[in-house]
């Protein structure tokens, strides 16, 4: 099990020396390139799946499963506490970076530059040179969709101004049932803001479930020339006794295309995050049993998209 040959090896094992910020180790950027081929992003974990775990252990058991990142939660629940950012921050990117692990996002909370964590998490993240964040939702109330949306955009800028000020891109995330789900009212405002600060954190589940047969393609291809990071999960819809409803699982068992989707992406070149999460269900019958599962699926799931990748982007250069 991942995590207990962690506990047994750690005992024994010399500490490392952080590499210099904002570079992943060279073993890893081999590993990556080795078996993905073109394409060279970080492979990221979504750490609110691992939050019963400590930083350091859990980056460790991640490495060895063969991931090179951590989407880190910086929220409410999250391995940082929002309102602890300046001092729990520095203090978990150093246990993950011990790990040989990058932080290159953190998914946060924030609606508004004016909540009185806003500036500390984003000034703690720049210090340490993390590249993006992702804010938090806004729900319509459907009373002027217009309106409400000219509201939200108004708070998204004030974000992605506080993220320029300290160095930190802003990539908004398209999520069923909130603003921006289906990406075309989302759009009318990241259009607007600075593209070097600002874009999109593209989620091809909600896409598929929010766009059909072919408005997934339509949202993959509007966000391209913005797209700063990638959430990867699979559904299916499925006929129960109270209607239809959606049904999470495993990658490549569900409704997302995803060679096509990857062929898309690879043609832009994109090469940023791709931030692992796992909506469908993963037992245990207890704490610990469960993280071992988690962790068996996170590897199942990482194997099946590196070989979707290594499809569409091909050998390294």
Same mark, same amino acid.
């Given at each position: ?25 060279? +073993? ?50 999250? #391995? ?21 692990? +990058? ?71 398209? #999520?069923?049932?909130?603003? @921006? ?24 589940? #909600? ?64 090469? @940023? ?45």
């Amino acid at each position: 099990m991942w995590r207990r040959h962690f506990l047994k090896s750690a005992s024994v094992a010399a500490a490392a020396c952080l590499p210099p910020l904002g570079q992943i180790r060279t +073993e890893n950027v081999a590993q990556a390139q080795g078996q993905v081929g073109g394409f060279r992003g970080p492979l990221c974990f979504f750490s609110k799946h691992l939050a019963g775990l400590e930083p350091r252990l859990m980056a460790e058991s991640l490495r060895q499963a063969g991931f090179t990142g951590v989407d880190l939660t910086v929220r409410a629940g999250g #391995h940082v506490a929002p309102g602890r950012a300046a001092e729990q921050l520095p203090k978990v990117f150093a246990a993950i970076r011990e790990a040989s692990l +990058e932080v290159p996002m953190i998914t946060t909370g924030l609606t508004s530059a004016a909540h009185q964590t806003a500036r500390p998490i984003l000034s703690a993240a720049g210090k340490l040179s993390i590249p993006f964040f992702k804010p938090g939702y806004y729900r319509y109330k459907f009373d002027d969709v217009r309106a409400e949306l000219r509201m939200a955009g108004a708070e998204l800028r004030g974000l992605a101004e506080l993220g320029k000020q300290f160095g930190v891109r802003l990539g908004y995330h398209n #999520h069923s049932s909130y603003l @921006g789900a289906h990406v075309w009212d989302v759009a009318t405002v990241i259009d607007q803001l600075d593209p070097k600060w600002s874009g999109y954190y593209f989620d091809i589940r #909600h896409a598929t479930v929010e766009g059909g047969e072919g408005g997934w393609k339509i949202a993959t291809h509007l966000v391209a020339p913005r797209l700063l990071m990638i959430a990867v999960k699979d559904f299916y819809w499925e006929k129960t006794s109270t209607g239809w409803m959606v049904k999470d699982c495993p990658l490549g068992e569900g409704m997302v295309n995803w060679k096509t989707y990857f062929e898309i992406l690879a043609k832009g070149n994109f090469q @940023g995050p791709i931030s692992f999460h796992f909506e469908y269900e993963v037992g245990g019958h207890t704490a610990p049993a469960k993280d071992d599962n988690m962790l068996v699926a996170a590897k199942r799931d990482l194997d099946f998209l590196k070989a979707r990748l290594k499809e569409a982007y091909g050998a390294p250069a």
